[in-house]
């Protein structure tokens, strides 16, 4: 085995692991979170870097956008060109950069997401304010480091003027870390900077003082005052940007919805294209057209209403179901001496002027050597005119330039630099005006050299410096604040109204769990009439509800659950479709069933209560307000017992009497208000002692002496009695007996069980359903008037091997 064929073991988690922590290490540091000095990462300094070099700045002609990231490619980003020149583009796109740092001519893009044109189309520039980022970089300011192949030297850091950090904010993602810094107004950070230098011990709410949030340059109204404040405390912070909208009066009494700003990083495109959707969908009724009117008067989108159609409560649906709204989460990271740091506010400013002091003193000292050498010079200039005889003399009586030189500092105590400069001085600085020139720059560079190190030597003055030329810069290039801010986070509350159009419909519900919603119109031209709905074989409708779309219908099932169903969710059909199972619209369990279906304007009313009924003899009585729900699914609305199950559930004023009657022909009545009202959840209290194997059938409202009680049995006899002879009592009782049943071989059965039982104000037309499927017609006055116990007569012609199982009221 060769030397290179030897193969060492290794565990792959620790190759692994090594690999992607170098991996980790480069993007982090290198490619995705900015440097908290000049607020830019490695492409954007290496672009901005590679222009200034090559010399394409603002006062000199475009030049082509390819040409620059070869340059960049090619000395200092070994990497795609793709991924330079979407760097570029970023830093010439208005609605991403507070102030853009390239300069662009051509197609670079636009907020609908638009690309830029390739860049061997575009062409670019420097723009004066990233010159301000590159100022003094000539000036030993900021260090240097080796490109990746040793040819050439790239900045480290770019000396930023400006605290391009906050001014421009940035955004990135890098492994473990991602980075959210919103651009910022350059006045304000500046005066913040100014302040905080002016007096470091600045608290971070005296800071909120210059920096009052966000700035974006696409406007915009941002909410959210204590997010703010979180995100400059901790570095993490959350805040809602609205867009700018106004609602405009238009002819004809209509309406409609100006948007002149959106936020910051919204596609316009797509923002029309959601309104315009949710107006296809009809979501919302009342849009009549959503236009895209933006040119080169800026952004403007019109939402165009409908006659009489809620502007507000439009505006409300679209803030929350489109990017009219969005949340902005800050996260502010940057790397801080190499490694990535999540910072406050006052840390980033901290930072900042540590670096301007850093650039600026290292500047002066770049200066002050420059000054000191030259007036070296001078001075040795000066001293050689002054005895310009012997010194001619001196350079007569030498061989060559070297030995001149040697001379000149032997003999008059000159120093190297300073004799070099007399051996190249020209003839005419001989002249008088000459040598007082030279005398009068000696004198000015003495002052420059006093006045710089007297920046070096106090700190005040470095700061006044480093004031004056940040306050420059805020006067040339500051512009007026973007964004609004608004301290409270206004709630959006969507009413109802807006999302659907009131209408009055019906809403049937079948035996077997078939619900639709029906238009009066589809009702009408179906012939009118209630009976001719249509529905599976062998079904039959139960509950017919007259309602309208903004109302809700309380779904109660035996299992003691119930559901809150608004009406515009169901289904819509023809008069004459079954419909669809009622499973498809609220998550029930397909073995329970409904027993209650109460349509519901507001449960507002403190007068209303809810009554409940079960099989075993239960009565529970609950305020309506306990209902109220924002669930969609199974919410328990009554506890039930084993073996038990509820037979009703209804709508109570808390004034009358219930009557409950059993399949054995018990029947009990008593005041309501012997049910105190309890939770939604009790299970309620006795209302009638049962015999073993009876149960609950029907569960009736009766109030004072009028009327008759009508009961029917398995067979189909029935009979009326009069309600003034089922006298109150007091619930928990074994009640009355209600019917008689024949028995005997010689004698025709009249049923073994009562089916059900009807309070009679007025005719009752009834149907009775059998276990067979048979469905018959009779009124309640086909029953004859008879005492409690009597036996009652055929209404209904039921086989005696068949039997009733479900009465209805047909109106």
């Keep these: 085995m060769s030397s290179l064929e030897n193969f060492l073991p290794a565990f792959l988690e620790e190759v692994v692991g090594d690999r992607f922590g170098r991996y980790s290490k480069y993007i982090i540091q290198d490619r995705a979170i900015p440097d908290v000095r000049d607020g830019l990462k490695p492409v954007q300094r290496r672009i901005l870097y590679a222009m200034y070099d090559s010399g394409n700045t603002p006062d000199k002609p475009y030049r082509k956008s390819a040409k620059t990231v070869g340059d960049v490619m090619g000395n200092y980003h070994p990497h795609g060109d793709s991924s330079i020149y979407e760097g570029m583009v970023r830093m010439a796109q208005p609605w991403k950069m507070g102030h853009v740092l390239v300069d662009g001519h051509g197609n670079w893009g636009s907020q609908d997401d638009d690309p830029a044109a390739a860049m061997r189309y575009t062409e670019a520039r420097l723009s004066p304010i990233a010159l ?74 005296e800071i909120r003082a210059y920096v009052k949030g966000p700035d974006f340059p696409t406007g915009g109204i941002i909410m959210g005052e204590e997010g703010i404040r979180d995100a400059y405390e901790t570095g993490k912070g959350r805040i809602y940007l609205r867009s700018k909208t106004e609602i405009d009066n238009m002819r004809g009494g209509k309406q409609q919805i100006v948007i002149t700003e959106i936020p910051y990083q919204v596609v316009k495109s797509r923002l029309v294209t959601a309104m315009e959707n949710i107006r296809l969908e009809k979501k919302v009724d009342g849009i009549a057209e959503v236009r895209d009117e933006s040119g080169r008067n800026g952004l403007r989108i019109v939402v165009e209403l409908k006659k009489e ?145 007297g920046i070096l030597e106090s700190d005040k003055k470095l700061i006044a410096l480093i004031k004056k030329e940040l306050i420059e810069i805020r006067d040339k290039y500051g512009i007026d604040r973007r964004s609004e801010i608004q301290g409270e986070v206004e709630e959006l509350k969507v009413n109802l109204e807006v999302l659907v159009a009131q209408e009055d419909v019906l809403v049937t519900l079948s035996h077997e769990g078939y619900i639709k919603r029906t238009s009066m119109l589809s009702f009408t031209r179906s012939g009118g009439e209630r009976e001719g709905s249509g529905v599976k074989e062998g079904d039959y409708i139960k509950h017919v509800l007259d309602v309208d779309t903004l109302q809700n219908i309380l779904i109660f099932t035996r299992r003691g659950q119930y559901f809150l169903l608004p009406v515009h969710q169901i289904p819509e059909f023809k008069w004459k479709d079954n419909g669809t199972a009622i499973v498809n619209v609220i998550p029930m369990a397909k073995e329970d069933r409904i027993v209650s279906a109460i349509p519901l304007k507001s449960f507002d009313d403190p007068e209303v209560s809810l009554v409940f009924v079960t099989k075993r003899g239960q009565v529970k009585r609950t305020e309506l307000k306990e209902y109220e729900t924002k669930r969609s699914g199974a919410v328990a609305a009554c506890k039930v017992a084993d073996g038990d199950e509820i037979i009703s559930v209804t709508v109570s004023h808390n004034s009358r009497e219930i009557l409950l009657l059993t399949k054995q022909g018990m029947a009990i009545r008593f005041a309501e208000n012997e049910v105190n009202a309890m939770g939604r959840v009790s299970a309620g209290v006795r209302g009638i002692v049962l015999k073993e194997e009876d149960d609950v059938i029907s569960a009736m409202w009766v109030e004072g002496e009028e009327g008759e009680v009508l009961v029917v049995s398995d067979l189909g006899y029935g009979k009326r009695t009069l309600l003034l002879d089922y006298p109150v009592q007091s619930r928990g009782g074994k009640g009355v007996q209600s019917f008689e049943f024949k028995e005997g071989k010689r004698v025709k059965p009249n049923g073994s069980i009562l089916a059900g039982g009807f309070h009679c104000k007025e005719p009752l037309s009834l149907l009775a359903v059998t276990k067979e499927g048979g469905m018959h017609h009779f009124n309640s006055e086909d029953a004859p008037l008879a005492e409690r116990k009597s036996i009652g007569k055929q209404v209904a012609p039921v086989d005696k091997k068949d039997g009733i199982v479900d009465l209805l009221i047909r109106s």
């Design 309 to 453: 159609a809620d502007a507000q409560g439009i505006l409300a649906y679209l803030l929350k179901k489109t990017d009219l709204q969005v949340t902005y989460n800050f996260n502010m990271v940057a790397i801080v001496n190499k490694a990535p740091r999540q910072l406050g506010l006052k840390a980033m400013l901290d930072a900042y002027i540590a670096h301007q002091r850093e650039v600026v003193t290292f500047r002066t000292q770049y200066e002050l050597e420059k000054l000191e050498d030259r007036a070296h010079v001078l001075e040795g200039l000066v001293k050689a005119l002054n005895i310009l005889d012997e010194v001619i003399a001196a350079i007569k009586a030498s061989k060559n330039r070297q030995d001149a030189q040697n001379n000149l500092q032997w003999m008059f105590g000159f120093t190297e630099r300073q004799a070099d400069s007399i051996l190249t001085l020209q003839l005419y600085r001989l002249t008088n005006l000459e040598i007082t020139s030279l005398q009068k720059e000696l004198d000015d560079i003495q002052k420059k050299i006093a006045t710089l190190r």
């Design 132 to 205: 301000e980022l590159l100022r003094d970089i000539e000036k030993r300011t900021v260090p240097f480091k080796d490109n990746f192949d040793n040819t050439a030297m790239e900045p480290v850091v770019l000396p930023a003027r400006f605290p391009n950090l906050l001014v421009n904010g940035v955004s990135g993602i890098s492994a473990g870390f991602a980075t959210e810094i919103p651009p910022h107004n350059l006045r304000e950070v500046i005066d913040a900077c100014i302040a905080v230098m002016e007096k470091p011990e600045l608290s971070l709410e």
